[in-house]
């Protein structure tokens, strides 16, 4: 099982940006899905998640500016991103619960995408 972020780069204060993670190989099934972050210096922080049912949970410094999304079918989870803050920098990884048989379940990271935002 692989997990493929895309959607990172640069961009200005109040700009926004979308961010897609994609699951490949061998998978049973899909739980949970996740995007943390880490700014330099700092300790990885959940950003928002989504259960397989669609609830949803955001951290207090992206509600009402983020929107997290999932496609099952597809096997991908997004991240929309709008008005963006220089305190939003920093490497966002995706995390997906994938039960690959009935009996093995893990977290998979994606490998992280790099946002940056300029003030």
């Known amino acids: 099982v692989q997990l493929q972020a895309s959607g990172g780069g640069l961009v200005q204060a109040g700009g926004s940006l979308s961010l897609s993670c994609a699951a490949s190989?061998?998978?049973?099934?899909?739980?949970?899905m996740a995007w943390h972050r880490q700014a330099p210096g700092k300790q990885r922080e959940l950003v928002a998640s989504?259960?397989?049912?669609?609830?949803?949970v955001y951290a207090d410094s992206v509600k009402g500016r983020f929107t997290i999304s999932r496609d099952n079918a597809k096997k991908t989870l997004s991240l929309q991103m709008n008005t963006l803050k220089p305190e939003d920098t920093a490497v966002y990884y995706c995390?997906?619960?994938?039960?690959?048989?009935?009996?093995?379940?893990?977290?998979?990271w994606g490998q992280g995408t790099l946002v940056t935002v300029s003030s």
């Open positions: 995390t997906f619960q994938i039960t690959t048989d009935p009996w093995t379940s893990n977290t998979y």
């Open positions: 190989g061998s998978i049973f099934l899909i739980g949970d």
């Open positions: 989504i259960t397989s049912g669609g609830n949803t």
